[in-house]
């Protein structure tokens, strides 16, 4: 079964899961094999999963140039590849935002290099920037799109507002912002704007840095960046590995793990295109790709989000007022 969607109005025909790259970068992650994730890389490849997305922030680097490894002896054609700019890097490791133009054209061609390829898919800026003027960054996206170097251009991290301001200057097709069944804040606004105008959005942490993976009891300690985030300590880590837990029985009805009906659920959503989902081994991304083309009810699909709402974050309003 062909699952491809035509992501917005980029025109690009990508899979509805992306292989996302970001856990190749040990400062969030620690270190990771490469050995794994290249065959993770290849496990999705394999299952038909044409969409992978990178940046060079991730590694400061290393993760474009593991891509640019798994690259090297496919055909081009049959792939879609996203990548982003936004730091200037300082010899010292330190980093700054610059997305000017000189720089957006330096790190493109960088990056370009360490991917091996002619031509980014979908070229993001990774934040907002708000010392960059708006024009100045678009003509400048336009230009690299006029030479063959990318395809398409949008934004990540990027508000709304910060969004709508892009597009009096350029033709931003694409979003990536943070999303996930605990975490639904860009439904108020995001979202909605980007179904109006067409707007393709990729999300990403959709398990919640791997909260809603299923795989924990609320007991565990972390060694990365995750032991200082408020949902991985504490009461609170315990009571969302539990609230998660306890949609096993539903999982089972519909055949798939945790991990596979949240991110079913979170699919389904209409302003959501793609899911990008962080991988280690082929394991796990052969699991991910088990959610592509299934579906739940609309009952078990609200059920599931007011399990996971478990102080209001995400909130449901029904007919009987605001559940919290």
């Known amino acids: 079964m062909d699952h491809h969607i035509i992501f917005g109005s980029t025109g690009l025909k990508v899979t509805p899961i ?7 970068s040990p400062r969030f992650w620690g270190d990771q094999s490469k050995t ?18 990178t940046a060079d922030a991730y590694g400061d680097g290393y993760a474009e140039t593991v891509l640019g490894e798994f690259l090297a002896d496919k055909p081009r054609q049959s ?3 996203c990548t982003k700019v936004f730091n200037h890097f300082n010899p010292d490791a330190s980093r700054y935002p610059d997305l000017s133009p000189d720089h957006i054209r330096q790190r493109c061609d960088l990056e370009l290099k360490r991917m091996g390829i002619e031509t980014i898919d979908l070229y993001l800026l990774h934040l907002f920037d708000p010392m960059s003027v708006l024009g100045d960054i678009a003509e400048t996206m336009e230009s690299l799109k006029e030479q063959g170097k990318i395809c398409c251009y949008g934004v990540s991290n990027h508000t709304v ?16 912002p943070s999303y996930s069944l ?4 860009i439904e108020s606004d995001l979202l909605p704007y980007c179904q109006a105008q067409n707007i393709g959005v990729m999300i990403y942490s959709p398990m919640h840095k791997g909260l809603l993976a299923g795989k924990y009891s609320g007991n565990e300690t972390f060694t990365d960046f995750r ?6 300590q504490g009461e609170r880590f315990k009571a969302l590995a539990e609230a998660v837990q ?3 029985p539903m999982a089972k009805k519909y055949d798939l793990s945790i991990y596979q009906l949240i991110l079913t659920a979170t699919l389904m959503h209409p302003g959501i295109d793609v899911a990008v989902v962080g991988t280690k081994n082929p394991a796990q991304i052969t699991e991910a790709v088990g959610a592509m ?3 739940i009810s609309r009952e078990d699909y609200f059920a599931v989000r007011k399990t996971l709402a478990i102080d209001g974050i995400s909130k449901i309003k029904d007919a009987g007022g605001e559940r919290k």
């Open 293 to 295: 083309g299934k579906t």
């Open 182 to 185: 605990i975490d639904t804040k």
């Open 246 to 248: 306890s949609l096993k």
């Open 227 to 232: 032991k200082h985030l408020p949902d991985f």
């Open 18 to 24: 992306c292989f996302g790259t970001w856990q190749l």
């Open 161 to 176: 507002e910060q969004l709508r301001a892009h597009r009096q200057f350029g033709a931003y097709d694409a979003v990536q």
């Open 79 to 81: 792939l879609v590849i």
């Open 36 to 53: 794994d994730v290249l065959a993770a890389m290849n496990a999705a490849y394999e299952a038909g999963i044409n969409f992978y997305d």
